[in-house]
Each structure stands twice: as C-alpha cells, then as structure tokens.
C-alpha cells in the first residue's frame, strides 16, 4: 500500500531552550509533505503459529523547518506468535526504528530555529519476548522482557531509554 498526503498542521516537537531545566517540548507545526509505504506479510503455519514481517517506509518533505523533527524513515517489524491450549500465548518482536532527526539550539539558546542545528539520531533495533495467560475472556496475565539486547537508544535527544526491562500484570 502506498500514500502520499499533505498535512497542513503536523505537530513536530523540539527542546524548550527557554525553559530552565530545558526538559519540555514545544509543539511546531509545519506544513508538510508525506510520501508513505507500507508492506506486511503474514504466514500461518497453522492455527496456533504465525509469523508477520511488516514495513512502513516513510519520505517528509516540510515547509519551513529543515527536516521533520522526530520522525523516523522508516520501521521494520518480524513478529511470531505461538498459542498453546488457548490459556497460553507466547509472542516474540524484533523490530528496527529508522533514522530521525531533533532539532538543538544553539548554546545561546536562541528561539529562532532558522539558527538551530540538526542532530541525526540513529536508527536502533528492539527485540522484546511476550507471555500471556489467559485465565478466561476479560482476565488475562502477562509478562513482557523488552529491549532484551541491552541497546542504549535516544528515542527523542537527550532522553535515554531504559534498557532492558520487565513489565508484568494482570
């Protein structure tokens, strides 16, 4: 499937440099252009096994700022997901988040963008493990291990992500 569209208003994000602590964001919005792809395919093994591979490629042409801010080009996807005795669903993900780009003042912290940088912030992968217990239709456990590999990645700049964590709830 492919797009392309016009986005009047798209809301893209960049570090509050008048803030002291300078851990907000401002909202920016830009005109923008998309050009947007996106491909999935799905095997079934059999009804208790499947595999997804999906991907969405994506091209930003804005306005007035340099780039579009905190975007990526592009996310890969393999998924699989194995049910066994229908209480009991094990899922994997190994995904890729493309390159973006953030916006960083200069150390005079001046508020006219046309004087900013452009930071590139690289493309990461995430590898996560999934278990679900289904005790009955509305009451489910569960238990995710995600970003398994460890890899330190900045999802907006100046904010790390965890590394490897667990999530577990009912």
Known sequence: KASQSEIDQ?????????????????????????????????????DNLRFTLGGDYYQYTPTDQAKVWYHPDMKISLQGQYIYHTNFIFKAMLSYIGTQYAP???????????????????GYPDLNLGF??????????????????????????????????VIAGI
């Open 10 to 46: 798209m809301p893209l994000y960049a570090t509050d440099t008048l803030e002291a602590l300078k851990n907000r964001f401002s909202v920016i919005y830009d005109k923008v252009k998309l050009i947007k792809g996106h491909a999935e395919l799905t095997y079934i093994v059999k």
């Open 104 to 122: 960083v003042a200069p150390a005079t912290g001046s508020a006219d963008m046309t004087k900013w940088a452009t930071k590139t912030i690289n």
């Open 132 to 165: 679900d217990y289904k005790f009955s239709k509305p009451f489910t456990a569960f238990l995710n291990l995600n970003n398994l590999a460890n890899v330190s990645y900045q999802r907006w700049l100046n904010y790390p992500t965890q590394g490897f964590n």
